[in-house]
């Protein structure tokens, strides 16, 4: 098992030298903290990842959750996990103090979850999906729901879920059928079934907290008929803790992410099953969306850990394999055998392997950094602003670490070899449980769809503007320093490209012409985030030219700030122009996949 | 209660240590600096043995200011206060001085420390400052009770263990089991804040020692691959290279 899975170094470069933290602490809802008590927020999620998770990856792989006598065991460093995060109170330290938080800025929580999930990435499910419950409670519910629910499921004694699917509706929400009779007590009578949910049972947590979708009786159908419930595995009744008619039916055996067991559960199979309505009737797949929103981010950004932990896992193997001669070598009979990371092709995937994982995290940070100004800023035109700014990234931050990550760790496979297809290495787990990123809350097609669809279109395209605005601010930042020059005049030239895409494809919105307009959403997906991870990267090398040339750094560091001006160079040079074929494609009106005969597919 | 607990701020274990300046300064610039892993056992002790008696911690360590952050953590994992002497600890004999000047002033019941710094490895500052106090000092220390005004200890010695009883004040350094690590939680974090941490100057000046030229061990050489069949180059190899036979 390779010991370093994330870089220290680079989370401190990024979190303080290129989006400067410090600087959220000059808004009132962050003033009582400091570059100080960031860093010692990173260095307790260290602790706990080095502690409790990283040597439990492995062994919580094998070991996966048991389903006997309708109870789920888990492998026992969960307990610990969940105690050491409760105990740090790092599952709910984002909230409002109100709440029981300590209103941490989203930026450095993403600093948290990186080194947790790249440590152990199925295990922070746990957490993750306790805080998305329990941000649901606190957004909407009544006090008297928040004081019942909050202090446990943030202490993680209890834990939370999300019960979004049905057997029968996977990712079309409109169709769900579970239902809700509302009872003289105020509760409601929680009918249905609810499937894939992740840690939706486990011997670790004393109470399961299902934030659960359902119909109210006589609701509208479809979307806006939809209210949102927290339905317990145990209620409490006259001071104790009784069954609440939710029966695990069975457990999902997946692919990856074997540490999380994913459920199907029934509710009210013997007609005893009560739930209590979040906020108003009927809007509860509104409510849902808000958590779905940080779910997204927070699904990216597993996907960049994942990608990190390969990449470092690989990187180490690369440094000590001797494989080969090297291409130069005239005596390659007698020469000894090189190490691997003297073979360019290897070097390329290594350098691919980096340019993924650290541009995707910086990316996600930038989401982070935008739902802090947006939730914080002192003026509603900022507000706005880094609101839209959010809500178009939000479709790319969940869709590029993902996709590319996965993409990133086969590259890391290839770089062991067959080694790297065995147990023995970690990189064929950390495929297994990357795969999944592209799936969970919302697919790449829906996320790609929401991209083109909804995202580019809103308010007549400002939020694009503002993107515009940003990255050219980026270039123009750039052409300050000689040896940038180039990369941001590249930059400006595919900004001009994906702008051509755009006024290509919007006309056929307008005229209703949908199919034409979203048939290859996914290609503009690609398109776009190879635009904006190149903003991202360019942005990083900026800030490790002015460090070089302002800071006079040595040795290690030198070679830092250097290798982030190289991965710079290699993203611009071997993955951006993928951009002509994608424009090439997005601009061709001849959609082959529009047709409708049957027999062309086959 | 008073127990104060010294501690040293010392690049993380998985530091890559480079030299500069002619081999004469560490570069610090991309080294992760910690609390030195004794010196947090006996902070961890500490804090378990103040909430037990009631009583107060104070957290010391000499240094200059970039150690705070290792002094904030301490104060976030609960230490009441912390004293930093503004200076560099080059010297055990300094540092020891330094601990007792401020100890004499303030009648601590308990003085902690790890057995040993991880960077200058020293493992002399423990006893120095008994010396200078006129009080019992005793390392490794693995276990700590009190019982009112007696420490029951259970010390490493060589080839097994000896348990002690000592009456107050005691010096002590500390060593694995004597307590877990502790993670210091959100609510800690940011009332470390607002807790005291007062810089004083040294009482006294005076460095027996210094460092004038520091080197690296030589870097590893690659690995050699032998033909399972061949022992007779193994055991070549053990003698005249490993020279372990």
């Known amino acids: 098992m390779a010991k370093q899975y994330y870089s220290p170094r680079n989370l401190k470069f990024l979190l303080h030298e290129v989006f400067n933290a410090k600087e959220l602490t000059n808004l009132h809802h962050y003033k009582d903290h400091d570059n100080a008590s960031f860093d010692m927020v990173i260095d307790a999620a260290r602790q706990i990842a080095d502690n409790i998770l990283h040597p439990a990856y492995i062994e919580m792989d094998t070991n996966e959750p048991q389903l006997k006598d309708n109870k789920i065991t888990v492998h026992p460093a969960v307990k610990a996990y969940l105690k050491a995060m409760g105990d740090a109170g790092m599952i709910g330290a984002t909230y409002s103090y109100a709440d029981g938080g300590q209103q941490l800025p989203n930026l450095v929580q993403v600093a948290v979850s990186y080194i947790l999930s790249a440590a152990n990435n199925g295990a922070t499910m746990y957490t993750g999906l306790s805080a998305g419950a329990g941000r649901l409670i606190a957004s909407f519910a009544t006090q008297e729901l928040k004081d019942k629910y909050l202090p446990k499921m943030l202490a993680g004694t209890w834990q939370g879920t999300m019960g979004l699917t049905e057997p029968h509706a996977g990712s079309s929400l409109s169709d769900i059928t579970s239902s809700a009779k509302l009872t003289e007590t105020g509760a409601y009578k929680i009918k249905g079934q609810k499937i894939f949910i992740s840690a939706g049972d486990h011997d670790c947590a004393e109470n399961i907290i299902h934030l659960t979708l359902a119909r109210i009786e006589g609701a509208p159908k479809g979307t806006k008929g939809i209210s949102l419930f927290i339905v317990p595995k145990f209620r409490e009744e006259n ?30 199979d013997k007609d005893n099953c009560e739930g209590w309505l979040v906020g108003e009737a009927n809007q509860g797949l509104k409510y849902m969306f808000q958590m779905m929103n940080e779910a997204r981010i927070g699904v990216g950004l597993m996907g960049a850990a994942i990608a990190s932990a390969a990449y470092y896992a690989s990187l180490e193997y690369a440094h000590e394999r001797p494989q080969g001669r090297s291409l130069m070598e005239k005596d390659a009979k007698n020469a000894p055998q090189t190490k691997i990371i003297n073979h360019p092709d290897v070097r390329r995937m290594l350098l691919l392997q980096k340019a993924i994982s650290e541009g995707g995290l910086g990316l996600t940070m930038e989401a982070a950094r935008y739902a802090d100004l947006s939730e914080a800023s002192a003026n509603q035109e900022d507000k706005e602003k880094y609101f839209l700014l959010l809500d178009l990234l939000t479709p790319i931050v969940k869709t590029f670490p993902a996709e590319h990550g996965i993409r990133s760790v086969s590259e890391g496979m290839q770089v ?37 669809g909804r995202k580019i279109t809103m308010q007549n395209g400002k939020a694009v503007m503002l993107l515009a605005q940003e990255i050219m601010q980026t270039i123009q930042e750039a052409t300050a320093f000689d040896d940038l020059k180039k990369y941001s005049e590249t930059l400006q030239k595919e900004l001009g490209r994906l702008q051509q895409v755009i006024q290509h494809l919007v006309p056929f919105a307008m005229k209703g012409e949908y199919n034409l307009f979203l048939a290859d959403a996914n290609l503009f997906m690609e398109l776009a985030s190879l635009i904006v991870v190149s903003w991202q990267w360019l942005k990083q090398a900026i800030v490790a030219q002015k460090a070089i040339l302002s800071n006079n750094p040595q040795g290690d560091e030198l070679s830092f700030y250097e290798s982030k001006i190289h991965t710079m160079k290699f993203y611009f040079a071997y993955e951006l122009p993928k951009t002509k074929s994608y424009a ?3 601009l061709d009106t001849d959609v082959l996949t529009l047709t409708t005969e049957k027999e062309l597919i086959f | 209660m008073k127990i104060l607990v010294c501690i040293t701020n010392v690049p993380d274990t998985t530091s890559k240590i480079e030299f500069i300046e002619g081999n004469t300064k560490l570069n610090t610039a991309s080294i992760q600096f910690i609390t030195g892993p004794y010196d947090d056992y006996a902070v961890s002790r500490a804090i378990e043995l103040k909430e037990q008696t009631g009583g107060t911690l104070t957290v010391l360590n000499v240094g200059t200011a970039e150690t705070e952050p290792t002094m904030r953590k301490a104060l976030a994992l609960g230490a009441d206060d912390a004293i930093r002497i503004n200076a560099e600890p080059t010297d055990a004999y300094f540092v020891a001085q330094q601990i007792a000047h401020i100890a004499k002033q303030n009648n601590y019941d308990l003085i902690l420390m790890g057995r040993e710094s991880i960077d200058f490895n020293g493992g002399q500052v423990h006893g120095m400052v008994g010396q200078m106090l006129n009080i019992p000092s005793l390392s490794p220390v693995m276990k700590l009770d009190l019982e009112g005004n007696t420490a029951k200890m259970l010390r490493e010695i060589e080839g097994g263990k000896e348990y002690l009883e000592a009456q107050l004040p005691l010096v002590l350094g500390c060593q694995e089991p004597i307590a877990e690590w502790k993670i210091p939680n959100m609510r800690g974090i940011m009332s470390a804040r607002s807790k005291p941490l007062l810089v004083v100057e040294p009482a006294s000046p005076e460095m027996l020692t210094a460092v004038s030229v520091f080197s690296l061990p030589p870097a590893k050489t690659g690995v050699k691959m032998i033909a399972a069949e061949d022992a007779a180059s193994l055991i070549a190899l053990l003698q005249n290279e490993a020279k372990v036979l």
């Open chain 1, 239 to 268: 001071g104790k803790f009784v069954d609440n008619d939710v029966i695990t039916a069975g457990i999902y055996h997946k692919m990856g992410q074997k540490s999380t067991p994913a459920i199907h559960f029934i509710a009210g």
């Open chain 1, 584 to 586: 090439t494609r997005l």
């Open chain 1, 416 to 452: 062991l070899g067959g080694y790297g297809y065995c147990k023995d290495f970690p990189l064929e787990q950390m495929a297994r449980d990357i795969r999944i990123t592209t799936i969970y809350e919302g697919t790449t097609g829906i996320q790609s769809q929401d991209l083109l």
